[in-house]
């Protein structure tokens, strides 16, 4: 809030804060979080999560030592997945999954890659932009928003959560932007992640 004196008299001028957003006002814009609520909550994690048994995936590409195999196991913390070709303004890593049978979609849990220094944490190979598009029998992909953000000292895992459930048999991952990553690529702006938990509903 501002204060301006017109007149001699003092008024209030409340201006809106900035937004992520405000440069996607035309698409559904997100902002994502660390996890949160029901998604930090393990035994609503363990219900809810489609697991690698019900699902094929394939990436853009795969980087030698770091499989995109390990961006489904059960070692978040110990195992990566990097893309082989870092993105540009004009290429953009993205990673399918295929459903064996059609799931209701909630949210996206992502671990990502990063290391402390000092009271800092610097992650590597983290989305700043992440489309998130889904389709059902072979139908066109539809966007279902684009989540923005910028990831924070104490976060350690983030949430994607749609705007409402979708139904879909295939899922895909868009990275527009992604932080630095000095783990795999020694600065390139190459997607990373541990670990990719897909959450469905139920209702």
Not at 13 to 25: G, R
């Amino acid at each position: 809030m501002n204060t301006l004196a017109i007149f001699g008299v003092s008024q209030s001028i409340y201006q809106k804060e900035s937004s992520a957003c405000d440069e996607f006002q035309t698409m559904n814009c997100i902002e994502y979080t660390n996890v949160q609520g029901k998604y930090a909550d393990s035994s609503y994690v363990f219900q809810h999560k489609i697991y690698r048994t019900r699902f094929t995936y394939k990436a853009t590409g795969e980087k030698e030592g770091y499989p995109l195999s390990n961006a489904f196991d059960h070692t978040d913390k110990d195992s990566y997945w990097a893309a082989a070709t870092p993105n540009s303004d004009t290429y953009h890593n993205s990673i399918v999954v295929e459903f064996k049978k059609a799931v209701s979609i909630e949210a996206i849990l992502y671990y990502p890659s990063f290391f402390s220094r000092g009271s800092n944490r610097i992650f590597n190979g983290s989305p700043t932009k992440l489309k998130i598009y889904t389709s059902i029998d072979n139908k066109t992909y539809q966007l279902e928003g684009i989540f923005v953000g910028t990831p924070q000292k104490d976060w350690n895992q983030f949430q994607f959560v749609l705007s409402q459930p979708v139904l879909c048999d295939k899922i895909k991952l868009e990275f527009v932007e992604v932080t630095a990553d000095t783990h795999t690529s020694g600065g390139a702006f190459t997607p990373v992640t541990g670990g990719i938990t897909f959450i469905q509903s139920f209702t």
